[in-house]
């Protein structure tokens, strides 16, 4: 189900579209999601591949600067998504596009994404945090992992535990702790992730490089955007009885990576906003080491932790 070799090819898979007919909108595509141990495919490929559909219907340079997503049903596993394409306005500094995502004959998953030309006015950033210990201080996931055997106080199985270790294409590294078993670091409400794909990005069809680094960081954003609020309610993603899921979902890329930056490290600096109801709210913002803030997420997720089974 997930690969022994730590690649950033699944992205790439991920992310290449096979333009089609569409349903009831301009342009259509399909996409395949990726395999994962869980039930249902994991969030952050609709995200991405919805992303990647959108950026491929702007041609005249405009750059994706906010993307607004609901997930309305669960979604198969590696099976074929279609996602169509609506050109709602093409001006001459903003375009909008809507995604619709359909499987099994059901919508699944409905994007807003705004595009922008760019412009003068200023510029303000985000200050990143100051006292992040540096990555390579840091244990990966599979470092982590080996030294945790399978138990039955908890769900974590050889097929998840390889999927954490190296299924995701980023090399993931927490700050206080990872949150798999136990709550490492203790219950805060806040918590940085050091992320770098395995490899180098590879060229997709259909993108551009920029565009390609802009799918990226919808792709690897939705893994972990939950983990602060998990974190302070005191939960761990293998914990029995444990669900959660992806409701809602909004991003803003405020600049473009430079070339090559998205082959590096970024921080993720992530805080817990709310929890109440059977749900949470996570915020997240992307920095380069220099500290240049790229962008800031934000993700409402489904946390029950009084029934069986898992679908994250």
């Known amino acids: 189900m997930t690969q022994s070799v730590a690649t950033s090819a699944m992205l790439t898979r991920c992310v290449s579209l096979t333009e089609t007919e569409p349903r009831s909108a301009d342009l259509g595509f399909?996409?395949?999601?990726?395999?994962?141990?869980?039930p249902k495919a994991y969030g952050g490929d609709m995200v991405a591949q919805a992303a990647a559909a959108a950026m491929r219907s702007v041609t005249d340079g405009k750059s994706m600067n906010s993307m607004h997503s609901y997930f309305l049903r669960p979604v198969d596993i590696d099976a074929e998504v279609h996602y169509d394409v609506e050109v709602i306005r093409d001006g001459r500094r903003f375009a909008t596009r809507q995604v619709r995502a359909y499987q099994n004959d059901k919508v699944t998953y409905i994007g807003m994404v705004s595009f922008a030309a760019g412009g003068s006015g200023g510029s303000l950033s985000s200050t990143a945090p100051s006292d992040v210990p540096a990555p390579e201080s840091l244990p990966s996931s599979a470092q982590y992992l080996d030294d945790h055997a399978i138990s039955d106080a908890n769900t974590m199985t050889e097929v998840s535990k390889e999927y954490w270790s190296v299924g995701r294409s980023f090399d993931m590294?927490?700050?206080?702790?990872?949150?798999?078993?136990?709550?490492?670091?203790?219950?805060?409400?806040?918590?940085?992730?050091?992320?770098?794909?395995?490899d180098r990005l590879r060229p997709v069809?259909?993108?551009?490089?920029?565009?390609?680094?802009?799918?990226?960081?919808?792709?690897?954003?939705?893994?972990?955007?939950?983990e602060p609020v998990l974190r302070a309610l005191g939960h761990a993603w293998a914990e029995k009885g444990l669900v959660t899921a992806s409701l809602d979902h909004a991003m803003w890329f405020h600049r473009t990576?430079?070339?090559?930056?998205?082959?590096?490290?970024?921080?993720?600096?992530?805080?817990?906003?709310?929890?109440?109801?059977?749900?949470?709210?996570?915020?997240?913002?992307?920095?380069?080491?220099?500290?240049?803030?790229?962008?800031?997420?934000?993700?409402?997720?489904?946390?029950?932790?009084?029934?069986?089974?898992?679908?994250?």
Do not use: N
């Not at 399909?30 to 869980?38: D, I, S, Y």
């Not at 949150?179 to 670091?185: N, Q, T």
């Open 257 to 312: 990576p430079e070339p090559g930056a998205m082959d590096g490290w970024l921080l993720y600096a992530q805080e817990a906003v709310a929890a109440d109801g059977g749900r949470g709210v996570g915020l997240g913002k992307f920095f380069t080491p220099e500290g240049i803030h790229l962008a800031t997420v934000v993700q409402e997720g489904m946390i029950d932790a009084e029934t069986t089974g898992a679908v994250k």
């Open 30 to 38: 399909t996409a395949r999601t990726q395999a994962c141990p869980w």
């Open 205 to 226: 069809d259909g993108l551009s490089d920029a565009q390609r680094d802009l799918a990226a960081l919808a792709y690897v954003c939705d893994y972990t955007i939950l």
């Open 173 to 198: 590294r927490h700050v206080p702790g990872p949150v798999y078993l136990d709550i490492e670091g203790g219950r805060s409400a806040h918590q940085a992730i050091w992320v770098r794909p395995f």
